[in-house]
């Protein structure tokens, strides 16, 4: 057999060689991301599970804050013409008291 030929069959085993390991590190990695993948979903089907319930509660809160709201408004009506009749009643006093 001659020289070339066993250097050029040694050379492509070392290349098969490297190409192979390089492939099997790639399919470890692949591996281990799904592997993260995989406890990522299951968490996020459990934080699914976990607040399903919310929805209906959420509307109920909804509702009592928009009431909450329009009380809130009235008061403030309130307010400002309390507001109004105090700003009147100091600048009386401070006209009488001139």
Do not use: C, H
């Amino acid at each position: 057999m001659p020289t070339v030929l066993i250097v050029t069959l040694a050379y492509l085993a070392i290349l098969v060689g490297v190409l192979a390991v390089g492939l099997i590190l790639i399919a470890y990695r692949l591996w281990a991301a799904a592997k993260e993948i995989r406890k990522i979903r299951d968490a996020l089907a459990q934080v699914e599970k976990d607040t399903r319930p919310l929805g209906e509660v959420l509307g109920q809160v909804n509702g009592a804050l928009s009431q909450v709201g329009a009380g809130l408004g009235s008061v403030l009506g309130w307010l400002v013409m309390a507001d109004s009749a105090l700003g009147r009643i100091a600048k009386r006093f401070r006209s009488s008291a001139a």
